[in-house]
T-cell receptor
Framework: GAVVSQHPSWVICKSGTSVKIECRSLDFQATTMFWYRQFPKQSLMLMATSNEGSKATYEQGVEKDKFLINHASLTLSTLTVTSAHPEDSSFYIC???????????????FGPGTRLLVL | GQNIDQPTEMTATEGAIVQINCTYQTSGFNGLFWYQQHAGEAPTFLSYNVLDGLEEKGRFSSFLSRSKGYSYLLLKELQMKDSASYLCAVRGYNQGGKLIFGQGTELSVKP
C-alpha cells in the first residue's frame, strides 16, 4: 500500500528557533499534500493544502508567515515552524494524495506524525 | 460553513456491538470517511461512503444518508484493540480532496 513518511518523528526545541518537518510519499507521486495539527484529545485541524510547484493554500486563522510550506517535488513537502513558541507544541501530521488515485476512494494517506515540543 | 458532530466518548463491552454517529452540515458533499486513530499515531482509513446506504467491511460497517446529513460507523464483535478514537471526515466538492474532520469519538472497550 501507499506509504507516507515524516521526519523527524519527534523534536524538542527552544522557544524562538525554527523547526522543519519533512513529509515524503515513498511509493507514489503526490500532487497534493495536506498538513494537519492535532492538540491532545482533539481532532485533526487542517492547516494548509500544499500543491507541487505552487503556493500553499492556508486555512483561515493559520499564519502563512509562521508556518512555511514548500512542496518542491511530487514526493516531498516541508513544513517549517518559524520562531516556535510553547503554544506551537502539538502533533503535526501530513497526508498525501496519490496523483494516479490508485487507492481509489482513499484519497489521502497519512504520515506517522511529528510530535513537537517547544520549551 | 461546515459543521461535523460526533459524540465525544463512548464505552462498550468486549464482544458487543457499538454504533458511532456523525452528523454533518457542509456547503458541498463528495464523500464521508471514517478513520481510526490510536493515541499518538496517525489515522488509518476504515471506510468511505458517497452514496446512501450501508457499506460492510468485515467487523466494520458504515452507513450514509445524504438527505439527513447523517452517517454511522458500526463495530461488531468488539475487541480490546478497538479502543481508539474514531474520526468522521467529510470531503467537499471541488476542494482538491480536502477533508474536514469531526472532533472524534473516543471509544473505550472494557472486558
Amino acid at each position: 500500500g501507499a506509504v507516507v513518511s515524516q521526519h523527524p518523528s519527534w523534536v524538542i526545541c527552544k522557544s524562538g528557533t525554527s523547526v522543519k518537518i519533512e513529509c515524503r510519499s515513498l511509493d507514489f507521486q503526490a500532487t497534493t499534500m495536506f498538513w494537519y495539527r492535532q492538540f491532545p484529545k482533539q481532532s485533526l485541524m487542517l492547516m494548509a493544502t500544499s500543491n507541487e510547484g505552487s503556493k500553499a493554500t492556508y486555512e483561515q486563522g493559520v499564519e502563512k508567515d509562521k508556518f512555511l510550506i514548500n512542496h518542491a517535488s511530487l514526493t516531498l513537502s516541508t513544513l517549517t515552524v518559524t520562531s516556535a513558541h510553547p503554544e506551537d507544541s502539538s502533533f503535526y501530521i501530513c497526508s498525501a494524495r496519490d496523483r494516479e488515485e490508485r487507492g481509489g476512494i482513499e484519497t489521502q494517506y497519512f504520515g506517522p506524525g511529528t510530535r513537537l515540543l517547544v520549551l | 460553513g461546515q459543521n461535523i458532530d460526533q459524540p465525544t466518548e463512548m464505552t462498550a463491552t468486549e464482544g458487543a456491538i457499538v454504533q458511532i454517529n456523525c452528523t454533518y452540515q457542509t456547503s458541498g458533499f463528495n464523500g464521508l470517511f471514517w478513520y481510526q486513530q490510536h493515541a499518538g499515531e496517525a489515522p488509518t482509513f476504515l471506510s468511505y461512503n458517497v452514496l446512501d446506504g450501508l457499506e460492510e467491511k468485515g467487523r466494520f460497517s458504515s452507513f450514509l444518508s445524504r438527505s439527513k446529513g447523517y452517517s454511522y460507523l458500526l463495530l461488531k464483535e468488539l475487541q480490546m484493540k478497538d479502543s481508539a478514537s474514531y474520526l468522521c471526515a467529510v470531503r467537499g466538492y471541488n476542494q482538491g480532496g480536502k477533508l474536514i474532520f469531526g472532533q472524534g469519538t473516543e471509544l473505550s472497550v472494557k472486558p
